[in-house]
C-alpha cells in the first residue's frame, strides 16, 4: 500500500509539473534526495519528471508492465533470433495513427556477458506494392540513449514519441520495409558491443517471420549518434556472430569509436556548448552499471551527491537525461583520489567496448561533423583510420557545417540515397577516406 501510494503521489507530481509548466506556473518541488542545490557554475535546473512517470498515464502500457515483454521459461534452449512471441500494433506520430502496417518480434538474443536474453524489435511496411523482388529492409537504428525500457522504439512508435520517426519516410515512400530493433535491451545497455548482436538477432527474427515476406530481402543498417553505435557494431559483428545474415551495406554518422578519450572529455568542464556534453558520461555511468556493477560502482566511486544523481538517472530517455547531466562534469563528484581514469575495471570496460575490435565485411558509408560538441573528432579519426588500414570497404567524410544535431539532419539525405541505391543492387562505389580536421588537437569538440 505504500509502494502504491508513492507511486501515485509520484505520477500526480509529475503531471502538476507538466500543467504548471504549461499554464507559466513554477516547477514541482524536487525529491529530498536528491541535491537541492549544485555550485553557482552548474545547470541549475532542479530534478525533473521522468519520461517513465508521464507514460504511465497513458493507455499504452509501458514495456515494464506489459506482459508481452516478459522471458520465456526455456530462454537458455532457444537459438539467437528465435522468435518468442508477436504481436501487431497501430504506429502513431505525436498520438496520431499512422498508415503503416507494424508488426512486433519479441525474440532471443544474448547479452554483454554472452547470456540469452529477449528483447522486441517492430517491422514497419508500408501498403506501396513492390514486385519483381524481395521488399528490401531498412534495420533502422534509433539513437535511445536512455536508461529506462519506456524509452525503447517498440513503446515510442505506438504512443507517437519516436524522435526519428521522420526519418524513416524517404524509405518507406519507396516502398522498403524498416526494422526498428530495441537494441539496448529491456535494460538499455549503452554503448556496448551487445547492442551489435541484438541488432543482427533482430533480422534473423525478421527472417524467420515468413508470413512477413523478408526472408531474402537486401538488409542495410542505419543509425546516427546513439544508433550509429547499434548499427557499425552489428557490422563489425555479422561475420562471426551472424553469418547467416547478409548486409549490402551500413550508413553511421556521429559515433564515438574511442570510449575511453569520449570518457576523458566528457567527464570534465568544456566551455560553451561543448558543456552539454557532461550528460553522456552521466548516462553512460548509469546505463553501464547495470551491466557492469562492479566496475561502474557508484558507491565506491562517487560523492553522495554523484550517487543521488546516478540514481535519479537509472529511469529517463535521452531528454530528460540530458537536461539532467548537462553542464554537471562529473569529475567533481568522485570521491577523493577517485576518477574513471584511475579505475582499471573502468577502462577495460570501455577499451573492450570501443569500436575497432573487428573490422566490417560489408560496405561502411560514415560521416561526422568537423566540430561535434558531444563526440568530437578525436574520438572517431582513429577508428576510421584502423578501418581503412585494414582493408575496410569505407567510405568516410567530413562535414564542413559543425554540431552534433545539425548533422544529424545534414548528413541524413546523402545516407538515405546511398542506402536505397544498395538496396537495389547498385555498386557502393569506391573507397574514400575525407578526414578534413582543420582545427587544434586542444580544441573542444574537436
Given at each position: 500500500m505504500i509502494r502504491t501510494s508513492r507511486r501515485c503521489a509520484t505520477r500526480t507530481a509529475a503531471?502538476?509539473?507538466?500543467?504548471?509548466?504549461?499554464?507559466?506556473?513554477?516547477?514541482?518541488?524536487?525529491?529530498?534526495?536528491?541535491?537541492?542545490?549544485?555550485?553557482?557554475?552548474?545547470?541549475?535546473?532542479?530534478?525533473?519528471?521522468?519520461?517513465?512517470?508521464?507514460?504511465?498515464?497513458?493507455?499504452?502500457?509501458?514495456?515494464?508492465?506489459?506482459?508481452?515483454?516478459?522471458?520465456?521459461?526455456?530462454?537458455?534452449?532457444?537459438?539467437?533470433?528465435?522468435?518468442?512471441?508477436?504481436?501487431?500494433?497501430?504506429?502513431?506520430?505525436?498520438?496520431?495513427?499512422?498508415?503503416?502496417?507494424?508488426?512486433?518480434?519479441?525474440?532471443?538474443?544474448?547479452?554483454?556477458?554472452?547470456?540469452?536474453?529477449?528483447?522486441?524489435?517492430?517491422?514497419?511496411?508500408?501498403?506501396?506494392?513492390?514486385?519483381?523482388?524481395?521488399?528490401?529492409?531498412?534495420?533502422?537504428?534509433?539513437?535511445?540513449?536512455?536508461?529506462?525500457?519506456?524509452?525503447?522504439?517498440?513503446?515510442?512508435?505506438?504512443?507517437?514519441?519516436?524522435?526519428?520517426?521522420?526519418?524513416?519516410?524517404?524509405?518507406?515512400?519507396?516502398?522498403?520495409?524498416?526494422?526498428?530493433?530495441?537494441?539496448?535491451?529491456?535494460?538499455?545497455?549503452?554503448?556496448?558491443?551487445?547492442?551489435?548482436?541484438?541488432?543482427?538477432d533482430s533480422l534473423r527474427a525478421v527472417k524467420n517471420d515468413t508470413t512477413l515476406g523478408l526472408?531474402?530481402?537486401?538488409?542495410?543498417?542505419?543509425?546516427?549518434?546513439?544508433?550509429?553505435?547499434?548499427?557499425?557494431?552489428?557490422?563489425?559483428?555479422?561475420?562471426?556472430?551472424?553469418?547467416?545474415?547478409?548486409?549490402?551495406?551500413?550508413?553511421?554518422?556521429?559515433?564515438?569509436?574511442?570510449?575511453?578519450?569520449?570518457?576523458?572529455?566528457?567527464?570534465?568542464?568544456?566551455?560553451?556548448?561543448?558543456?552539454?556534453?557532461?550528460?553522456?558520461?552521466?548516462?553512460?555511468?548509469?546505463?553501464?552499471?547495470?551491466?557492469?556493477?562492479?566496475?561502474?560502482?557508484?558507491?565506491?566511486?562517487?560523492?553522495?551527491?554523484?550517487?543521488?544523481?546516478?540514481?535519479?538517472?537509472?529511469?529517463?530517455?535521452?531528454?530528460?537525461?540530458?537536461?539532467?547531466?548537462?553542464?554537471?562534469?562529473?569529475?567533481?563528484?568522485?570521491?577523493?583520489?577517485?576518477?574513471?581514469?584511475?579505475?582499471?575495471?573502468?577502462?577495460?570496460?570501455?577499451?573492450?567496448?570501443?569500436?575497432?575490435?573487428?573490422?566490417?565485411?560489408?560496405?561502411?558509408?560514415?560521416?561526422?561533423?568537423?566540430?561535434?560538441?558531444?563526440?568530437?573528432?578525436?574520438?572517431?579519426?582513429?577508428?576510421?583510420?584502423?578501418?581503412?588500414?585494414?582493408?575496410?570497404?569505407?567510405?568516410?567524410?567530413?562535414?564542413?557545417?559543425?554540431?552534433?544535431?545539425?548533422?544529424?539532419?545534414?548528413?541524413?539525405?546523402?545516407?538515405?540515397?546511398?542506402?536505397?541505391?544498395?538496396?537495389?543492387?547498385l555498386p557502393p562505389g569506391p573507397r574514400v577516406k575525407e578526414d578534413f580536421a582543420p582545427l587544434?588537437?586542444?580544441?573542444?569538440?574537436?
Amino acid at each position: 500500500m505504500i509502494r502504491t501510494s508513492r507511486r501515485c503521489a509520484t505520477r500526480t507530481a509529475a503531471l502538476l509539473t507538466v500543467i504548471g509548466v504549461a499554464a507559466g506556473g513554477g516547477v514541482a518541488a524536487a525529491d529530498p534526495e536528491f541535491p537541492p542545490t549544485f555550485p553557482p557554475s552548474q545547470n541549475q535546473l532542479p530534478q525533473l519528471p521522468s519520461e517513465p512517470e508521464l507514460y504511465d498515464v497513458l493507455p499504452i502500457p509501458v514495456p515494464d508492465k506489459d506482459p508481452w515483454y516478459a522471458d520465456p521459461p526455456n530462454m537458455a534452449e532457444l537459438a539467437p533470433g528465435h522468435i518468442v512471441r508477436t504481436r501487431d500494433v497501430q504506429t502513431r506520430i505525436l498520438g496520431v495513427p499512422f498508415p503503416v502496417h507494424t508488426r512486433q518480434l519479441l525474440f532471443r538474443s544474448t547479452d554483454v556477458h554472452g547470456n540469452p536474453i529477449v528483447t522486441a524489435t517492430s517491422v514497419i511496411v508500408p501498403g506501396i506494392p513492390w514486385t519483381g523482388s524481395p521488399r528490401p529492409v531498412v534495420s533502422f537504428q534509433e539513437a535511445i540513449d536512455s536508461t529506462d525500457s519506456s524509452c525503447n522504439p517498440s513503446h515510442t512508435l505506438q504512443v507517437g514519441t519516436m524522435k526519428e520517426m521522420p526519418l524513416l519516410a524517404g524509405w518507406l515512400a519507396q516502398g522498403f520495409a524498416i526494422n526498428v530493433p530495441d537494441f539496448g535491451g529491456k535494460f538499455n545497455t549503452f554503448n556496448t558491443y551487445d547492442e551489435g548482436k541484438m541488432v543482427l538477432d533482430s533480422l534473423r527474427a525478421v527472417k524467420n517471420d515468413t508470413t512477413l515476406g523478408l526472408s531474402d530481402s537486401a538488409i542495410a543498417l542505419y543509425g546516427y549518434s546513439g544508433g550509429g553505435s547499434g548499427s557499425i557494431r552489428a557490422a563489425e559483428l555479422r561475420q562471426s556472430y551472424a553469418p547467416d545474415v547478409h548486409l549490402n551495406g551500413t550508413a553511421i554518422g556521429g559515433t564515438p569509436g574511442d570510449l575511453v578519450a569520449l570518457a576523458e572529455f566528457a567527464t570534465t568542464a568544456q566551455p560553451g556548448l561543448t558543456g552539454t556534453a557532461n550528460f553522456t558520461m552521466w548516462l553512460g555511468f548509469a546505463a553501464l552499471s547495470h551491466h557492469y556493477p562492479d566496475a561502474f560502482a557508484a558507491s565506491e566511486l562517487l560523492t553522495v551527491e554523484g550517487q543521488q544523481i546516478v540514481a535519479d538517472l537509472q529511469s529517463r530517455c535521452v531528454y530528460t537525461a540530458a537536461l539532467t547531466g548537462v553542464y554537471r562534469p562529473i569529475d567533481e563528484y568522485f570521491q577523493p583520489g577517485k576518477s574513471l581514469a584511475a579505475t582499471p575495471a573502468v577502462l577495460d570496460v570501455l577499451r573492450a567496448n570501443s569500436l575497432g575490435q573487428h573490422i566490417p565485411d560489408s560496405p561502411v558509408f560514415w560521416w561526422h561533423s568537423v566540430w561535434d560538441e558531444l563526440v568530437p573528432q578525436s574520438t572517431v579519426l582513429p577508428t576510421v583510420q584502423k578501418y581503412w588500414d585494414n582493408g575496410a570497404d569505407l567510405r568516410f567524410y567530413t562535414s564542413p557545417i559543425p554540431e552534433h544535431i545539425t548533422n544529424a539532419v545534414v548528413g541524413h539525405p546523402p545516407a538515405l540515397v546511398w542506402i536505397s541505391e544498395i538496396l537495389r543492387g547498385l555498386p557502393p562505389g569506391p573507397r574514400v577516406k575525407e578526414d578534413f580536421a582543420p582545427l587544434p588537437a586542444d580544441f573542444p569538440g574537436a
